[in-house]
């Protein structure tokens, strides 16, 4: 059961034991991921390359993946608005 919530700058939504929240600063899109499970390895991995470059690297479970995915089209709907 997933529960979607829209804000102001930002669209949300609960799953259970987590949450994905796409949100908008300006013109730049942002991914928050919340996990509540304790016995879950970690999943995500980040990496700086030559003090240049970023890399991030985050493990999501098809349910995650499509609340992602939801989100991220709701916020880039709003942008053209």
């Given amino acids: 059961m997933q529960r979607k919530e829209q804000y ?12 994905v ?11 928050k991921i ?3 499970d304790k ?3 970690k999943l995500s991995h980040h990496e700086v390359t030559k003090n240049k470059v970023i890399s991030s690297v985050t493990g999501l479970k098809k349910d995650t ?17």
């Fill in 34 to 36: 919340d996990v509540f």
């Fill in 65 to 81: 993946a499509i609340a992602l995915i939801d989100c991220l089209v709701d916020e880039l709907k709003r942008q053209n608005d």
């Fill in 8 to 19: 102001l700058n930002a669209t949300s939504v609960k799953l259970e034991n987590k949450r």
């Fill in 21 to 31: 929240t796409v949100f908008t600063r300006g013109e730049n899109l942002f991914v």
């Fill in 39 to 41: 016995s879950l390895p």
